[in-house]
């Protein structure tokens, strides 16, 4: 049975990890730059579902789990983009 490359899987845990402490951080209400890090880091765990899923090596259904996932963690980044813009906003308005 053939695996994913380690680069591959090694990208994605990292982004992971990264995505994890950043949720953790972004949990304090009010912090902008949290925010920012999280929408980062969701978007780092998408890229590295979709580079898992172009793996030849992974199965179909595997790909198909991946690239459903990669969706999610980008839905997930556009929210908190636009989470961040809103306290941008507000942290401009008078």
């Known amino acids: ?3 994913p490359s380690r680069e591959a899987v090694a990208r994605w845990n990292t982004a992971y990890a990264e995505q994890t402490n950043a949720m953790f951080a972004a949990a304090a209400a009010g912090d902008l730059a949290a925010v920012q890090r ?3 880091s969701y978007a780092a765990v998408a890229r590295a579902w979709r580079a898992l899923g172009g793996e ?10 991946c690239v459903i996932a990669a969706e ?5 980044a556009e ?13 401009d308005a008078p």
């Open 38 to 40: 999280l929408a980062v």
């Open 72 to 76: 999610e963690f980008e839905r997930r």
């Open 79 to 91: 929210v908190e983009h636009a989470r961040a813009s809103r306290m941008e906003l507000d942290e």
């Open 56 to 65: 030849l090596a992974v199965s179909l259904w595997a790909r198909h789990a």
């Open 1 to 3: 049975m053939l695996r």
